[in-house]
């Protein structure tokens, strides 16, 4: 504000009546003189509070989906709420039990119970299902049933509510009762599914006959042949059988003899009939759950409900209803485990990534205030030397500040609220408040100050003589203390777990933090080494750009933390998500084995040679690494003759082909001189030397099984005697299995069995077509379809876009702070070119000089942003694990126990290059603006400039 607006503000006296004259509000004259600054402001605190108000938000909402998406898709079996009840007690009158199993009587059990559940798991009805159905299954005795291995087929019997709703008819009729059914009908109708049909040679007019308990029997006459609707919804797949016959060994039996077992469909009141069974029939009615209104932070109400439901109160309240023999299942609790598992290893991930671009967020929001309250230096002192006290002028500047700041923050708060329906809004209020918070009193706090005191004009704190006060050295140290508590515990404890707090979260942006200070620090050093080579020099440009960049304020440590801060955030992110990329291509590797494979069920179909040939000559095949694998090896005892039942996977391979494949793979590499025999191998087609010892390359287990001596084995493919004589863990044939890898040379029924396929990338299409011409049953499987198949669920997909909207955020705030940077100078650069312009400078060399006075603090932040992203990353490492953020289930029996950070060179150096060339083009920019403008303009009598 000028000096004439601040006379405007001031009372002044009316000529006519003598008395005081109302003055112009303060706050209003203060927006009218500067409303270009005010919308700035407001537009900034705008922005911020809209991404301070939509982390917690976007953060919720896909926590949300996650849960939502982990009930829907997990396997009914474990998500559905079946509470179960023994047949009526036989002491009861029989017209009893047989009302007591009727539709009507366990629908209205059902209506019941669904209205007994608590909220957090009251579900719907469109799924949900009750019936009467046998607890186990009988022996059907029908000759014209199969039998594969002579052993009649077992049947279970059930009605089910609902059934014409969700199947189609495919052949005869619905099932019905004709009368009134009772525990002595001689005869009932029913229908079984498709699928059923198709493997039990069913038909509708088949008849089943089914013992009972009197001895005599009962008739099921197949009257229809039905198809489920939706075969993948709870109704059908909480009990599979119910639409899918299975083909079952019998238990204890060497060797097994398999039987068919099926299930048969009675019209709900045919339920009758089933107490004169042999079944043990049951009650049940099946809930399934609908989480469309479930939260995260319902999960806790969740589980205490299945836990009162499964053995509390609420299992009281349901016997009450159904029986007092009645008992509560289910795994829901299973599911809410895995998805807790997940999102708690995700978190603390996002949390990193939450804090740091706050962190560059607060330090932009302080370096605008301090723009802002550097231009109306002047005025203030102007106000305080009219008697303003220190009091009123921060009053004032507050009262101005809420205006902007308050309504702003509000703003911003509202327009999150369309983009993430559904989330509470209460979590997100706490960000746009601190953001107004901050910015409303770093304003005045940060501006009246410094004129406590007269300052002399000319008065300046320059960085190259600059002497860091005590108190600055103390709060440097603390800070350092911080930082170094927060890597160990970071590193120690990880990011998961109770690892997860706030200071761990803060490390890196403590690191930064750090490496910004000592940059500060260090940077007069070189200056002042720069200075004096320049000064040397003919050239003038060189030197006064060193002494303009020398005569920086020291107060410049904003403007470097604000830049190494979002370059390691953005090099945190990078990592993060190139850390994530590399798992999955891990997991997908350790499924495969190398980039394709062929091998039949169990790789126990031997493979023709044919088909070797073929593969090697497909597009994209560099090379083709046979294997024989046999599974279930025993292991030999230990030398005390005990006998751990212990067994591993044998490896038949050719030993420099499969070392090649090792190394390229990762998985297990070893020299392949290792797999030659001491004491000869065997011919082919003969039997290797009685006294040839074979080397092996063994998994960590079976080594500590062999020990370091000569060991016999007996194999499918021949008897050996095999030494360790290497160790890896992991191999690419089967990679999560112990195993044995041995010189195929050495066996003396040789045969391949398995392919894998190493190239750039192999053509799917010919290598299936190979497989198809050497036989059925041979399956292809491609490393990059393993890899396309991890698909990301709502909590990951979401972990990845915050972590993509918060490198973007910081390289925008990165981008405003070296605008801001520039802009709190660019006046006093702009009269500094117009007087040189008068003594002969150049436009050419004006842009040399502002490019060159930008260098010394952009290419410190640039090389200490690459440095401290990269130290970053390394220090963390270790205690930051992607696994949760990579693998929707965590590490499978293929997947990698752990996803670490990795630095990702592009991460690092491309923003670091775009500080450098940003700020040389602002500059550019603005040595160009000044050219087009008249000395005169700038030059003005008693300008401080």
Known sequence: MTERSVRSARPARSGRDGGARAAAPWVRTRLRTAPGTAWALGLLVLLTSFLAAAFPRAVEQHENEGL???????????????????????????????????????????????????AEVRPGTADSAYGFRTGKPIPAPDGWLPRPDRVDPQLSYSTLSALPDHATLRAGKWPAV???????????????????????????????????????????????????????????????????????PEPNLIPPRHYWTAAVLLPPDAAPALLATTGEPEMFWRFAPDPSGL?????????????????????????AVAGPNATFATDLDTVLTEYDTVRTAIGPVVTVAAVGIGAVA????????????????????LLRARGGSMRGICGRLFAETVVIAVPAAALGLLITVPFFDGSRLWPSVVGPAAVAALVCLAQPLGAVPAHRRPRPPGAREDLMDARPSRRRTVAELTALVLAVAAVVALRRR??????????????????????????????????????????????????????????????????????????????????????????????????????????????????????????????????????????SVPLPTDPAGNSRMKSAAVLGVEPAAYARLARSTGLGPFPADRLRATGGAAAKGSAPSKDAVLPVIASPSVAAELGDGPRELSTPAGDLRVRVAGVVARTAAVPDSDFLIVDSASLTRRQTTALLVTGASPDAKALRAAAHRAGEGLSVRLRSEEREAFVDTPLQRGAWEIYAAAIVAGAGYAL???????????????????????????SRQGRRLLGLESLPQALPAAFGGVLVGWATIVLLAPGVDLVGLALSAGPGPTAPETAALRADPWSLTLPALGVVVLTGAVAAVQAWWAGRRRPITELRSGDPR
């Open 178 to 248: 004709h009368g009134e059914v009772s525990e002595n009908t001689p005869e009932v109708e029913g229908a079984v599914t498709e699928e059923t049909a198709k493997a039990l040679g069913a038909k509708p007019g088949a008849a089943i006959s089914v013992p009972t308990q009197n001895g005599k029997r009962l008739t099921v006459r197949i009257t229809g042949i039905v198809a489920p609707k939706h075969p993948r919804t709870v109704y059908w797949s909480t009990q599979p059988l119910l639409r899918t016959p299975a083909l079952v």
């Open 816 to 842: 405003l702070a070296v605008l801001l940077s520039l802009l709190r100078t660019a006046p006093e650069r702009t009269a500094l070119l117009a007087r040189l312009r008068t003594m002969g400078l150049t």
């Open 494 to 631: 990880g990011t998961g777990g109770d690892g997860g707090d706030l200071l761990v979260s803060a490390a890196p942006v403590l690191v930064g933090l750090i490496a910004a200070l000592v940059l500060v620090r260090l940077l007069p050093l070189p200056l002042r080494l720069a200075s004096r080579a320049v000064a040397r020099r003919r050239g003038a440009v060189g030197f006064l750009s060193l002494a303009r960049a020398g005569r920086t304020s020291a107060g410049g440590a904003l403007p470097l933390l604000a830049l190494l801060l979002a370059l390691t955030t953005a090099a945190f992110g990078g990592s993060v998500l190139t850390g994530v990329a590399d798992a999955r291509d891990r997991a997908a590797l350790h499924a495969v084995g190398a980039d394709a494979r062929i091998s039949g069920l169990l790789d126990a179909v031997p493979l023709p040679d044919r088909l070797i040939r073929e593969v090697r000559a497909a597009k994209g095949v560099r090379e083709v690494a046979a294997v024989q694998v046999v599974y």
């Open 68 to 118: 939502r998406h982990d009930i829907t898709a997990a396997d009914p079996r474990h998500s559905v709420l079946e509470l179960s009840s023994p047949q009526p007690e036989l002491q009861f009158p029989q017209a009893h039990r047989e009302e007591a199993v009727r539709e009507a009587a366990l629908a209205s059990v059902h209506r019941q119970l669904r209205s007994a559940l608590p």
């Open 295 to 319: 939260t995260t932070s319902g999960v806790a109400g969740l589980r205490s409900s299945i836990a009162s439901l499964e053995g509390g109160p609420g299992l009281v309240r349901m016997r």
């Open 362 to 381: 607060v330090v932009v929001l302080l370096m605008t205030t301090g723009l802002i309250g550097g231009r109306r230096r002047a005025e203030l002192a």
